[in-house]
DNA sequence: GTCTCCCCTGTTAGTCACTACCAAGTTGGT
DNA sequence: ACCAACTTGGTAGTGACTAACAGGGGAGAC
């Protein structure tokens, strides 16, 4: 159980991780994502093709890769179970975008945004990745928010407003604030019932 | 412009067409998805392998043949301008079930909609579906409903909502009525603003 | 330091989705 | 009967992805 070894072998996992996929987002960003080859990918990075594929499953991973789940989850359970649903979800994802876009990973973020938005493959797969934060976010909520269908059904209504959101963001190139478009995206779906802004 | 001859050739086409993607339909039910080739496929409906590419872009396809847009896209458009977008949307996904599932296909729905829930590509590309249905949407909304952006944002939330009912009616098997499951669905996210049951 | 185990990486061969490119039979209009 | 367009089948090839086997460099034990 190799669970407590923050050092040293897995740094350099990381790191080729990483490094592979830089130089993938790169390639598919100038050459295009279906004239770039998973080999092509792996010459770029100095590796084999099989060790792309022992860090990504899949070609379209290279870019879906999303430590966005925990970020939004973590974020919902805190929420106060006092107030509606589409409010509690709101804001935790208004939140977490302004975590995302504080640091430095700007332009990253929206090279690889770009990519999902272009590429129908990673349209699909990054809509499907949504799924899977819709889930998370419903167990986070709680037991006793009634019917977890209702649940799913407000998980799902808020993700797709963030979505448009996203596709408004990369249109603009990043210049907007990606939380004040998801707060706007938001409202115009629920209205004002999704609680003031932030403080 | 071979535009205006709905019969003979055409004819024969669409025939091929059904009987491939009931036999695909049928033995990924049995088979799996993923276990299931496209030459078996093509040897089950008696064609060759090329065939069925001429009909079908994608293996994927094969399941997510889909002719909802339009249904919903005129609906959204004879709604009466003056409501919310969220009453008009949803009210349109509402009727468009209700047409969907009055006719004998509704076992067929159900094995295509089980494979797209349960098979990730599928699920994928069945997402990826929504989304261009949501274009459709905004374009039949009209111009003059405030900014575009507030219009995708509403009409995503919408699909979204519908998406949730229709995992829900392939977990019942059917037995529950579709377009109530959606009703229910639109007013667990929005609240009683959508606008009352129809008449 | 040295030995040993294990993780990481590379190589090969193979399956399968999907795409031109070309050949043949059928249908539709003249 | 004749030409054109449409539909189908065959072949060869690309590329994503997998399984099985072999070598190399760190990790811990002595």
Redesign the pocket.
Known sequence: M?DQ?P???????AE?QRTIQAHAVRLFSTRGY?A?????V?EAA????????????????LVLVDQHRELVAERVAASSAGQPLVSRIGRALVESADVLTEGGARTFLLARLRLMISTPALRARHLDSHYALQQAIVDALGAETGPAFHAQAAAAACLAAMHTALIRWAEDDGRSELPDLIEEALTAAFGNGGGPRLP
Chains 1, 2 share one sequence.
């Open positions: 190799p070894q050092t040293l072998r897995a740094q350099r996992r080729t279906d770039t080859t998973v080999a092509d792996a100095g590796v084999s093709p099989m060790t792309v594929y022992r860090h990504f499953p899949t070609k379209e991973d």
